[in-house]
Structures are given as structure tokens and as C-alpha cells.
């Protein structure tokens, strides 16, 4: 009896690949950024921390860094605040319009990110309210792509709620805005922490739709290093990167570390 | 602890009369139950009471006060539901504490009555634990102490027993009633399980397509049955197919596989109406109980016979219809075959006549 796992071998061998091919890209650019070439080359020529030293003296990265950390906590506030209050019209609703909005709500992450970022732009530009190029132009675009990651999280766990629960509290003296904070708000969070992680993730590694909304004065890091690698071939952008993988990784872990204890706490 | 009064209450859904023309009153410090199959309405009536379904027409009257309009958390009403409704993130002092923090009570009050309250429901040392460390009768237990704590003026229960396994249910069922008659609390209890309401109430509303069918003390409910409806809903009846052949006395003539039969009657009918003689299988005598002159008698045939350990069921054919009779499983009371012939027999005060459905 060496296996006793219950999940067939097969499939750890497959999740296994999938593992390797996933993971040998950020291995790369981990590499890539400690190179102590001049070239952004791989394998590196020699290992050295001097790129990830120039990250921080960079013109370009640093503020865009900085820019795309901004633009992603300020896109992930939103988007939460309105995601959560979609997915409980979506949820408890029972108007006719609710179908057709839960399509139209879901309809930015299925549009290819090109279509939608020229859609927006010559929206923008139509509109004449001096969107187009501007923050709150591109933090509209964004809100856009992240809020379907927060509606689905937070949906997912309002679909076992229980309303009782919060009849329970209204007939205990709890006004209707007290009994939502008391207890739906507690009971909920763990979807709302998930959706918000993804929220983040996606608004600051969005390429696709930023391109078209962002201004050469106005960079997120991903434009950054798009831009940089078409002109000068430098490790930099690795290190930028490094950065970046870093802060998505401790945010995964952080949030699922916490949303994980919520979970355990509610469960038998 | 207050009266109940609901007056021409209706609720509709869309084209559906969920609740229809409800008027109802429950005195103070009673036990009510309204009895019913699911969709009935009473669910509905309950959530209207406590305010979560606004009536379409009508007035919800607790203490003489108008509360038809007033937000559940204005009503000061306590409500426990069939999956109890814990909040799974506070623990069960937290939870009990709830409405008293909402009222804003001093913290040392608080602590107070929270101890009390699982001391009364026999939670005593269980403040500390969650929803997902306590059993199905536990948590039924905090829902009601939760309740309680702030003193509501009625107590409305919601089926609290159908989640709960057999045996567990009928402790819970006298436990109920015992915290009830000590607190005096004007009770409404829905339910569909007829043993729960003719145990546990004062009255009963026997409740059918949105509209009380009877109303009254549990005795009335199973002897003197208002309606078909009534009597076949709660416990067991024989219904008759008979003709109404005018009053006898006190009682009405019924004409039944031939044979003029008198029973109670308890609605007008028109002379040569169609009606169904109803006797419960308990009230059916045979053999020699049957022998007494005052009693109804009939010819039947056994065509079957079922053993129940107390009980021994019998079917029996009488003419073209079918009767079933229960007696005692007792060493002096003899027992028939099928195919045997048998005189059956039931004192015609305990047989009613009902208008056909």
C-alpha cells in the first residue's frame, strides 16, 4: 500500500506539468533581473543584484511602479464597493432586468482587452468630458475589468447565505443598514477579501485596455516595461518584474492566508 | 406580553391569495398554532406578524396598537426560525447580546442577562461556543434565548422542531411548552405536523389555501371538525359517501349504502344534498362492542386486517365502501379474519355529517 493518496497519479503527474510550465516563465524573469550582464539574457551571464539597485534609481520604473500601485489600490477600493452592492442585486433581486445585467456586468472580462480599450477610447473621445488621456478615464477602465472578479467571489457567497439570518436581526432591533454591517458584512467578507485580491491582481498586470487609456505622462508599470523592452534590451524591466511578481505573491498570500481562517472559523 | 389581534389580513402575490381575509384573535399569555400543509399561508402570516411581508390589506393589532406598518425592528416581536438563524461569526453569549447592544444596555447588564438567559434555557457554560460546535437542539435553545433576553412582547415560532430527529422532538416539544406557560408569553407556533399543534396548544387554526378553515382548542379541532378538509388533515377519518335526509332530534339523518344514519351536524345542508358521513377509525366498534342498541349498526366484511403492535386495523367493506376500524390489540377483545362477517358499530355522536368538498 505505497499510494494512498486519493487523487490518481495520473492527475498529479499532469497538475505537475502544468505546475513546471507554469512556473519556469516567472523563474525566467526572476533570473533575468539578478543578471549581472548588460543584456536582458537568459540563462544570465552571471548572477548580481546591481538591476534590482538600478530598479530604484530608474526614471521610468519606480514611478510607474508606484503609479500602478496606486491605480490598483484606488481600482480595487471601487471596484469591491460596487461589486459587492452588484452581487447583492444580482443575487436577491427578482427583477426581470437582472439576468441581462448579470451578462452585462460579466461582459468586460469575456471582451477581448483590445476591444474594449478602443471601445472606451473613442468613447472617451466622443464624449468630449475630457476622459480619454486622463486618471479618471483609465480608473473607469479599470473598474470595469476588476468589479466581474468581485461580483463573482462575493455572489459565491451569497448564494448559501441565509436570509433568515438577517431577519433574525432585524426582529432583534436592528435596523435594516445595522443588521447588513452586523452580520451580513461579517459573514460574507471571505468573498469579498478573494474578490478583492483578484481585484488588485488584475488591475495592476492590465496591459491590453491600459494601452489604450494611458498617457505618456501617466504609466502603469506593465506600459513601462512594454515600452522599455522595445527600445533598450535591459534587465531593469526583469527586475521590475521581480517586483511585481513579489507584491502579487505576498498580496495572494496575505489575503488567502486571512480569508482561509475566516473559512475555517465558520466551518464545523 | 400582549394580545394579538389580526384583522381582514391578506397578502397577494401577483394573482395568488397567499394569505386571504385573515381575522384572528389571540388572547394575552396563549399558546396559538396555526396547522396547515405547506403553501397554506401561514408561513406567510407568521412573516407578516413579524414584519417581513407587508400585508397587502387588512391591520396587524399587538397590545391594541396598530403595528401594521412598522419595521420588524420597531415591533418588539421575538421570532425563531427553523434553521435558527445563528449568526455563525459571534459566538453564543455574542449572539444573546445582540438585541440588548442594540438597545443600547450598560455592558455589566449585559453580561448579566446574557447568564441568565443560557441558565434558563440550560445552556449554562456554552457562551463561549459557535454555531458550528453546537447540535441542532442546542441551537434551538440559543435562538430562543436570544430571543427571550430582550423581553419581547410575543414570541412567534417558525416549524423550530422539523429540523430536529424524532426523539429529540418531542423532549423539545414539552420543553417549549413549559418555558412558555412559566413566561405567560402570547405564543404563535406554525407548523404542519399535527402532533406538535394538538399537544403544545391552547388553539388552533387549521389553515388552508390562505384561509383559517377552524379555529379553536384542540379538542374541537379533532372531535367537532368544521370541514372535510379538517378532519382528514389532522389525524385519520372514514369518509362516507351520503345524503342528507333532514334533521332527527338534535341530529341530522344521513342516508348511507341504503340505510338511515344520524350524526352530528355541524353546517346547514340542504335537504337531499350530497354529504360525507365522517367517523374516525377509533370510534368504530365491531362485534360485541357494537352490540348496544343506542349505537349505529351496520353489516360489514373484513377484507383486511393489519397488525400494529397497540393496535389492530381492520378494513371493512360496507356495501360498495370501505371503512377502516382500529381497536386495542387487548386479550379480551376478539379479532376478526378477512373474509369474516361483522357487525360494526359507533355512537352516533361521534359520527358528523359534512358538506361534500
Redesign the interface.
Known sequence: MGDTSPIPLTFRLVSGVALVILLTPVLIVVLSGLNSGEYLTFPPQGLSLKWVAGFFTSPIFLPAFLFSFGLATVTTIISTILGTMAAIFLTRSRSRAREVLRGLFILPVVLPGVVLGLALYVFFAWTKLGLAGSFPGLLIGHVLVTMPFVIATVTASLVDF?L??E?????????PL?AFT??TL??IQPGISAGTIFAFIVSFGQFELTLFLATPDMQPLPIAMYTSLRYAFEPTAAAAGIFAICLVTISTLVTSRLVNLKKL???? | MSDIRLDQLTHSYGETRAVDNVSLSIAEGEFYSLLGPSGCGKSTTLRMIAGFVTPTSGRILIGGGDVTRLPPERRDIGIVFQNYAIFPHMSVAENIAFGLRLRKVPRAEIDTAVEGALAQVGLSGFGDRYQRNLSGGQQQRVALARVLVTKPRILLLDEPLSALDKALREEMKFWIKDLQQTLGITTIYVTHDQDEALTMSDRIGVMRAGRIEQSGTPREIYEEPASLFVTTFIGQSNVLDATYAGAEGPRAAAMVEGRALSAELSHALPRGSAAKLVIRPENVLMGPEAADRNLTQLPATVIGESYQGAMVRYRLRLGSQELVAERQNQAHLARWRPGETVTVGWDPGRARLLPAD
Open positions: 441565509d433568515s439570518v431577519d433574525a436581526a432585524r426582529s432583534l432591533g436592528a435596523t445595522q452586523k452580520v461579517p459573514i472559523l465558520r466551518r464545523r
